[in-house]
């Protein structure tokens, strides 16, 4: 399938650990600076803040070397999108 493709594509060592830096750096973001990243005294809407959090929640299992057995799992937590919502995060964070 699609999805086993690209998740094996992605499980690579030292993807692993960016995507593990990347989550834990923008938790870190987060927690430091929670009113960059607020709904009501940012640009960001309250959308963008749950896909960051689960950004943040898919980048520690991909990075920690979780395999979901099942399809749905995989599906929901994989790294591809999870990766390009932490760039995001991130450049939101240092812009």
Avoid at 28 to 34: A, D, G, T
Avoid at 35 to 40: L, Y
Avoid at 48 to 53: E, T, Y
Avoid at 61 to 79: A, C, S, T
Wanted: hydrophobic share 60%; aromatic share 16%; glycine share 8%.
């Amino acid at each position: 399938m699609l999805v086993d493709r690209f998740y094996q594509l992605m499980n690579k060592g030292l993807l692993r650990a960016l995507i593990l830096i990347m989550a834990l750096g923008l938790a870190l973001c987060i927690l430091w600076e929670p009113t960059i990243f607020a709904s009501n005294t940012s640009s960001l809407m309250v959308w963008q803040g749950i896909l960051l959090i689960w950004a943040i929640c898919s980048g520690v299992i991909f990075g920690v070397g979780f395999n979901p057995e099942h399809f749905v799992w995989r599906l929901l937590f994989h790294p591809l999108p999870a990766f390009l919502i932490l760039i995001f995060g991130l450049y939101h964070f240092f812009k």
